[in-house]
């Protein structure tokens, strides 16, 4: 392909982009196909020559295409949203085509100070205090992944990536039963171990951890010659919305000198509104690390993750290793590949740039507002739904409920709405028993798109009986 032919495809993609984001509330949500069938349709040997585009298109249009589950479908309300707003889109479109590898101030520094820019302008906008600075990582597990490694290395005298951990004992992690499964993932790939990281029950409306409850478990480790090395926070936690009160739990691990990490990977953006605030960030400043995905709620191109840091120097002394060939020559310089597990490292903060100018913290905030007024509207609607029970309460724009019948019926209502194409939600767990999520937060949902949810429950509900 020469460069003339990649002008007219990639005009072609763009038209065809733009028909996509217009069209998709004309088609299901979820894919329909059978497992095996994209596959079945694709060679399998690669080819000895080289097709035309206009033929690889077409394929894609005919395979591919039926196989895709749509993200940005107005009506998904399943998971957490992996938002992109065009603004954002065509950030990636111009990364894409740079093709630079940004590790180093010096392969790309406009990629390097524009993220640094970027993190303090994301700081300012969710209230965060001065002095916090960060870095852009690919998603919220890898940050996560950076702080336990920090809190291993913290509490091992920064002796675990040198010694390995033999003979170190048992370093324990406490976080509560509601916390995403990446961060179980972290423990094990640490090399902590799931047995050694404490999950403490919680209580109260939104669910937060237990905090004397926690307090007895790091004593009773302490008593028992293991060593403490760190809490996980969160601030709406993927089952239900679970949120920590967060200014207790600092205290406790003030107390014992534990280093601190807040996962707020999905409600972290809803903190651009200053209303929120109060009821899920108050006392946030005290923690070490803090995590939030600009590419769930906030609209940004995944993937793009945010870890700010009270103080990076513990990060750096874990994760910085410089061999002669990455060295930099001169001024003293801001390398992120420094501060995070991959060397390698794309330009996300031109999508975040591009983001913020385009619709202002403003035009953001008027999304989240509303996709929390109408996650609280549709919560009353299906609560008035005979015999469905509302099991918990919105926690900004993330309720649970069920219907009628046992678990097994959960997941057929599940199943029959997907299947029906026009939403998408999933099923979770609560107290022992199965749930149906939903959330709201797809970047181009509307009222309509939302209210229509509750036609669709009840309908699918009637004809599964």
């Known amino acids: 392909m ?50 035309d585009m206009a033929a690889i298109l077409a394929d894609f249009e005919a395979i591919v295409m039926p196989g895709m589950t749509h993200w940005q479908h107005p009506r998904f309300f399943a998971y957490f949203p992996a938002n992109a707003a065009p603004p954002s889109m065509l950030a990636e479109q111009l990364v894409n085509t740079v093709a630079a590898q940004c590790m180093l101030w010096q392969t790309s520094p406009a990629a390097t100070e524009v993220e640094g820019v970027m993190v303090d302008w994301l700081r300012q906008a969710l209230g965060l205090a001065d002095g916090f600075t960060g870095v852009i990582q690919d998603s919220a597990s890898s940050a996560t992944l950076s702080a336990v490694l920090t809190m291993r290395e913290r509490a091992t005298g920064y002796t675990g990536n040198k010694d390995g951990l033999s003979g170190k004992g048992h370093l324990r992690i406490y976080c509560s039963d509601q916390v995403h499964s990446s961060i179980d993932r972290a423990c094990w790939v640490a090399g902590i171990g799931q047995a050694n990281l404490v999950k403490i029950p919680t209580k109260g409306a939104q669910f937060g951890i237990d905090v004397a409850a926690l307090e007895t478990a790091i004593t009773a480790d302490l008593d028992a010659g293991h060593t403490p090395a760190g809490i996980i926070a969160i601030t709406g936690g993927t089952g239900i919305g679970a949120s920590d009160t967060l200014g207790p739990l600092l205290k406790v691990a003030a107390k014992h000198d534990l280093y601190t990490h807040l996962d707020a990977a999905w409600a972290g953006s809803a903190m651009i509104c200053p209303e929120f605030r109060s009821e899920f960030w108050e006392d946030v400043d005290g923690f070490d690390s803090i995590v939030f995905n600009p590419h769930k709620w906030l609209g940004a191109q995944f993937d793009c993750s945010v870890q700010f840091l009270r103080d990076a120097t513990p990060q750096l002394n874990t994760l ?56 609280q509207e549709l919560c009353e609607a299906i609560r008035a739904l005979d015999g469905f029970e509302i099991t918990t309460d919105p926690i900004l724009s993330l309720f649970s409920f069920r219907c009628p ?60 009986q």
Not at 368 to 375: E, F, S
Not at 420 to 446: E, M, P
Request: proline share 4%; aromatic share 10%.
């Open 405 to 464: 019948g046992d678990d097994a019926m959960q997941q057929r209502l599940v199943d029959a709405l997907n299947n029906d194409g026009r939403i998408y939600l999933t099923q979770g767990a609560f107290q022992g028993q199965k749930v149906i999520r939903f959330q709201v937060g797809q970047f181009d949902t509307t009222r309509d798109d939302v209210m229509m949810a509750h036609a669709v429950i009840r309908e699918v509900w009637e004809q599964i």
């Open 2 to 51: 020469d460069w003339d032919e990649f002008a007219h495809w990639g005009k072609h993609i763009s038209d065809w982009g733009a028909q996509y984001h217009k069209s998709l509330r004309d088609i299901p949500v979820r894919a329909q196909t059978a497992v095996g069938e994209i596959a079945a349709q694709l060679h399998p040997t690669p080819p000895e020559a080289g097709d």
């Open 320 to 375: 910085k290793i410089e061999p002669e060939y990455l060295k930099t020559t001169g001024d003293a310089v801001t390398n992120y590949s420094e501060w995070t597990i991959p060397l390698g490292r794309r330009f996300r903060a031109l999508k975040i740039w591009f983001l913020l100018r385009s619709y202002g913290l403003e035009g953001l905030r008027t999304r989240i507002r509303n996709h929390v007024a109408w996650a």
